[in-house]
């Protein structure tokens, strides 16, 4: 396994104080010099829970973060002074498993060992409806409308459906898998739930013919979470077996060849994943207290992220996609700051070992990887250059025919 140095530090925890309500007293990003003196991965430590984090979400635009924790609470972060805004106690009375928040910020969910489903006011911290599952629900989400909220559990295999805002049960899917749901998420359109289980496959649920509509199975051993790309093509699924399966979902693909596989980086279990917004990154974390940073497309790694002193437990991109947060049993969560890791030596010596130039885009200026077999008319610009050219060309053109027409 590759990492970055065996002589240099370069990711750097800051130095904090703490007080004794958990608040972090100094919020400044810290880093060390990589590389030929580059300035590339500042990371920041938050410090607050006293057991494990095991969930953790961008909230209100990216500024503040939002945890679930083995200790029963949940609290929200304010990511550039460090403060903790909010803290959530007296629901759960065993350990979080997940947490995820709705649409405008207003609301999140919280499910936990101790077989309840619960929905918070933000602002006020009550809690507006509490629901039960028969065992330890180990997941649960919000649909991107906020209209629904899905919960998976284990004992019963259980997923349930119900109504965001009454907390009412619309559906209860008993026979979803033969073992325990590890994870569960809604699809971008809000028309489908997926599920990961225990029994090794992950399952489509179309909402509206209620029905699985597609059933996956690939890995040899427990998957553990996954998710779908924001243009639902990409699917991926994280496992026990030490790698990530992208899955074309799209056009079907892996019917006849198979899934792709992001393997050789975790040295453990695979325990989450994520997309980045435009589907080309995809970060994993793992039991092997690592968060890895994939070139999907390439099925390499760009970059390993070491720092945690335990379990990884869940790992998010933010939407401009140059920051990261992990969330770890060893009591913290840590922000990685990653928009110039294209610069970092290593990720350029390994792009160029798998015949990968790197271009400096003549356009923007940011460095993009192409591949020596590909033959673009321009092969100085980058991919969403060329992206935004070719809109600007088809509304140039829509513009021209509504002249001719008039």
């Avoid at 029963?72 to 498993?97: N, V």
């Avoid at 006020?124 to 559990?153: E, P």
């Avoid at 019963?156 to 899917?173: H, P, R």
């Amino acid at each position: 396994m590759t990492t970055l140095s065996e002589d240099v530090d370069y990711l750097a925890v800051d130095t904090q104080s703490e007080s004794n309500d958990g608040r972090i007293s100094a919020a400044t990003w810290e880093h060390e010099d990589l590389a030929q003196g580059q300035e590339l991965v500042k990371i920041r430590v938050f410090r607050g829970h006293t057991e494990s984090v095991n969930s953790c979400n961008y909230i209100d635009n990216d500024t503040k973060i939002l945890s679930g924790s083995s200790d029963k609470t949940s609290r929200i972060w304010d990511i550039i002074t460090g403060e903790l805004k909010h803290h959530y106690t007296g629901g759960h009375e065993a350990a979080i498993s997940e947490i995820s928040i709705n649409d405008n910020s207003r609301r999140f969910v919280s499910s936990g060992w101790d077989k309840k489903v619960q929905v918070w006011d933000v602002e006020t911290g009550n809690i507006l409806w509490t629901g039960r599952h028969a065992g330890i629900v180990t997941c649960c989400r919000f649909s991107h409308d906020g209209k629904l909220v899905i919960s998976g559990s284990d004992l019963d295999n259980t997923l349930k459906i119900w109504d965001a805002n009454s907390g009412e049960l619309l559906q209860n899917l008993e026979d979803m898998h033969e073992s325990t749901i590890t994870s569960c998420i809604f699809a971008p359109a809000d028309d489908k739930v997926v599920t990961t289980s225990m029994d090794r496959t992950s399952k489509f649920y179309d909402l509206r013919s209620n029905k699985v509509t597609i059933q996956l199975e690939g890995h040899i051993n427990i998957i553990a979470d996954c998710d779908i790309s924001f243009d639902e093509r990409k699917f991926a699924t994280a496992s026990w077996d030490k790698s990530v399966k992208i899955w074309d979902v799209a056009t079907g693909a892996y019917r006849t060849s198979g899934p792709g596989c992001l393997q050789g980086s975790h040295e453990g279990t695979v325990s989450c994943c994520q997309f980045s917004r435009d589907g080309l990154m995809l970060v994993s974390g793992s039991y092997d207290n690592t968060v890895v940073v994939w070139d999907v497309d390439n099925e390499m790694q760009k970059l390993q992220l070491q720092g945690h002193d335990d379990w990884v437990n869940d790992v998010c991109f933010s939407t401009d996609q140059n920051n990261i947060l992990s969330a770890s049993k060893d009591h913290t969560i840590r922000m990685w700051n990653v928009q110039d890791t294209e610069k970092i030596p290593v990720v350029l010596e390994r792009k160029k070992a798998m015949g990968l130039s790197i271009m400096k885009c003549s356009n923007c200026g940011k460095p993009f990887s192409i591949s020596q077999m590909d033959s673009f008319r321009d092969n100085t610009i980058c991919v969403f250059c060329r992206l935004q050219n070719r809109e600007q060309e088809m509304l140039a053109i829509m513009n021209s025919v509504k002249v001719d027409e008039d």
